[in-house]
Every structure is written in C-alpha cells, then in structure tokens.
C-alpha cells in the first residue's frame, strides 16, 4: 500500500485546514482508514477513523465536534477536515490503515497552529 497525505501547513488559532491522503496499492474501498498525529515529544495517537463504507466513524475525545473524518471511494482517498484549530493540535498528521495484519503509514503531514 501507499499513504499519500497532504494539506498540512501553518494557521493560527481557530483556522480550519483539511487534510487528503490519497491510497494506491490496495482495493481502498474493501479497507477501514484512520488519521494520526504525534506531537513532538508525544506519543502517536488516533486522532479518527472510517470504516470501509464510511458508514462509521470514530473520533479521539479532544478533537470532536471540530474534526469530519470522511472518504471518497471513487478516488481512493481518505480526508479529515479540521476547523477550530487549537495550538494543542499542532502535530505531524499520518493517514494509516492495517493490510494483512500489519498497520501501514504514509509520510505524515505538518501541521502548526500558533496561538
């Protein structure tokens, strides 16, 4: 599989950007994806999640309400919209998902949010 994210950069406070991961390699409509983050000095976390159908999604406590995790499975692409900003937020972003057994990571994305 390939994880190709994208769309990160620098906002301030209460800023909005929207993350693509575009996904080659893989049927990407038979796979559940999710995003990441890891702050510097952090550990990685799950930040969001989709199911294959984008039927259901799932959201770490801190950012919903804010963050829309959601795909186009005509494009093979998985996104996360990401308004209200906060400085807590600034991390690198990895789109993930698991093929055959194993968790799979594209590059990551920066993204900065300054106060």
């Known amino acids: 599989v390939q994880l190709q994210a994208s769309g990160g950069g620098s906002v301030q406070a209460g800023g909005f950007l929207r993350l693509s991961c575009g996904v080659s390699r893989i049927m990407f409509s038979a796979y559940d994806m999710a995003w990441y983050r890891q702050a510097p000095g952090k550990e990685r976390e799950l930040v969001a999640s989709i199911t294959s159908d984008g039927g259901l999604t799932t959201y770490e406590n801190s950012v919903k309400g804010r963050f829309i995790i959601f795909r186009d499975n005509a494009k093979d692409a998985v996104y996360l919209q990401m308004n209200s900003l906060k400085p807590e937020d600034t991390a690198v972003y990895y789109c993930?998902?698991?093929?055959?057994?194993?968790?799979?990571w594209g590059q990551g994305t920066l993204v900065t949010v300054s106060s």
């Open positions: 993930s998902t698991v093929e055959r057994g194993l968790r799979q």
